[in-house]
Nanobody, 128 residues
Framework: QVQLVESGGGLVQAGDSLRLSCAAS????????MGWFRQAPGKEREFVAA????????HYADSLKGRFTISRDNAKNMVYLQMTSLKPEDTAVYYC?????????????????????WGQGTQVTVSS
């Protein structure tokens, strides 16, 4: 079992930056590919970014490349999502998720159905 707790959400203005954090506890954090997803009102949950177990490989939703950066600190069991140049359409609940990929190969997972553990989400609201 892995427990995930997100933090850092809030109300910001368009153009602002925000950093989300996700604290993990439970099983070996470095066995997991970590992802961020988001869900806006009335929309399906969508992939935002993912980082491999060792932080060497990252992947982003095409529409977010250049504005969002995912990173992790395995020593602290933390994963981060740095968001810049925020837009009103970035308004959503942001979820941290973990999927067990092991640490023998580098794997990135973008399919939310492959993620085993989810946090409770943190609200990000961007005003225009």
């Amino acid at each position: 079992q892995v427990q995930l707790v997100e933090s850092g959400g809030g109300l910001v203005q368009a153009g602002d930056s925000l950093r989300l954090s996700c604290a993990a506890s439970g099983r070996t954090f470095s066995d997991y590919c970590m992802g961020w997803f988001r869900q806006a009102p009335g929309k399906e949950r969508e992939f935002v970014a993912a980082v491999s177990w060792n932080g060497a490989v990252t992947h982003y939703a095409d529409s977010l490349k250049g504005r969002f950066t995912i990173s992790r600190d395995n020593a602290k069991n933390m994963v981060y999502l740095q968001m810049t140049s925020l837009k009103p359409e970035d308004t959503a609940v942001y979820y941290c998720a973990a999927t067990d990929t092991g640490s023998s190969i580098v794997v990135i997972e973008t399919n939310l159905e492959e993620y085993d553990y989810w946090g409770q989400g943190t609200q990000v609201t961007v005003s225009s």
